[in-house]
């Protein structure tokens, strides 16, 4: 199990990945993170389409890497 995310533990002057729908999908977030993205946020996700298990929403827009962490995600 992984340690809990803090934002304490990010460096002074961090680099955040700003959540946008449509874009931030996995492989952007690693491109991000290879860049320097030292935080990243998914995708804005609904939480009527979590509640229904919506397949885009569960599938596509929830998916994560373990070298995509730390990541957040920001619920709609």
Do not use: N
């Not at 449509?22 to 492989?27: C, F, H, L, M």
């Not at 596509?60 to 890497?65: H, K, N, V």
């Amino acid at each position: 199990m992984s340690t809990p995310f803090r934002w304490t533990d990010l460096p002074p002057g961090f680099l955040a990945l700003s959540p946008m729908a449509g874009v931030t999908d996995s492989p952007f977030r690693r491109l991000c993170k290879r860049y320097g993205a030292d935080v990243i946020f998914t995708e804005m996700v609904s939480v009527e389409a979590l509640l229904h298990r919506h397949p885009r929403t569960t599938g596509q827009m929830l998916y994560y890497l373990p070298e995509e962490r730390p990541i957040i995600c920001q619920l709609m």
